[in-house]
């Protein structure tokens, strides 16, 4: 960076400066950098993403997609959408460490008014707002800082909840993102988070069960999970939500299920089991409910994520590991947003009609924060128009070529290279 220049006033700064900037705007002739525009450079977005001549769709050709990959958010630039031109960085500088990765270890995410709340469980929280193009890092200051933000809940009132394995409590803020409380019951380790009404919805790794706390003084009320038959009893919750109904959904990691019970903590019905068939589970991580009742299972070893209706009938799945755009590497949080989707048209395909965007977080790879759109085939198009300027997606097909159902992943190439292992909230290694 070059130090702030001052003026004589009794000479304009061209006068003394001339002949340093002639030298500049030769320089840059010779080089091929100059361009006509000296201002900042124009956010990146619509113009980039109309050249765009791939893009990801699930299910494959010939069926009808239902879900579009529409871009990762990987470091500052992807949000905030400056960037310095050629004619910037030579005047000022190149700072190498100008454009660094948004998150580390991503884990639970939501999203709320336009705005993506990521836990990073190396120690913060990353806000990406695609409404105003800012980020910030939240949780790192003040007399509470997080240590290892695991999960995180916003409530109808903008009351954000956040669940730190590394203390062993809830962190609460307000609705400007400003620490006002910290919940804590002895013996805790609080690894999932949702909130209904006026109360919390705590998963507990410890107690292997649902802690449910009143959300405005932290007092708890009531346990459930451990109690009933064996089909109710928790090994190793982890993900959880809450439906419109007030119906909570646990997913197991170990018995590879999700389990619904009732507000209060009556167990009713689960699916799943380990297999590699269609809607069974390897490594079943965060679980999201929409206002349509459709269930989203995160699953770290398949590299995707099973859509199910209400009778638990597997729907379809996107994902799969690889290197294609929407690749997935290790996913493990998950959130459904069904606000205003104004700010990702730049990224859709002409053909596709969105209803919902799906965040998902990835522990490893490059896209760390993924957004895809839930939706369908616009009126006049048909799957055929899009299979024309989709990529080619691995881990979808079987032996001999056919296409599985966008239910279950049977290739290798989905699960996770033996030589990496997902991280835990508690940091031990494995779930």
Known sequence: MISTLRTNPRRSFLQIHSETINLIIGILLLTGLLTLNFGCASPQGTADVKKQSTFSFWPLYPDEPRVQYLTSLRNLEDVNRQKRNAFEDIVYGQDKNSNPSLVGKPYGVTMHEGKIYVCDIKGQIAVMDLVKHQTRIMGISGSNPVQRPVDITIADDGMIYVADAGRGVIMVFDQDERSTAVFGIPGMAPIGVAAYQDEL?????????IRVLDRFSGNEKRTFGQEGENEAVLGSPLGIDIDDEGNVFVTDVIQCRVRKFSN?????????????????FVRPKHVQVDSDGYI????????????????????????????HPGAMFLPVGINVYEGDMGFIQEYLHEAFKPSKLIIVTNQF????TSIYALGELRE?????????????????????????????????SVAPSDDVEDETPSGDGGS
């Open 365 to 368: 790879g490059p896209d760390k």
């Open 380 to 412: 006049g198009y048909t799957a055929k128009d899009l299979a024309q300027t989709s990529v080619a997606i691995s881990g979808t097909t079987d032996q001999g070529g056919k296409q599985i159902g966008q239910i279950g992943l049977t290739d290798d």
């Open 296 to 323: 989203y299972v995160v699953d770290s070893g398949y590299a995707n994520v099973q859509i199910f209706n209400q009778d638990y009938e597997l729907l379809m799945f996107f994902g799969a590991g690889g290197n």
């Open 201 to 209: 919805f705590v998963v507990d790794k410890i107690g292997s069960n």
């Open 264 to 280: 209060e903590g009556e167990f009713i019905s689960l699916f799943g089991e380990t297999n590699d068939t269609l809607g069974c």
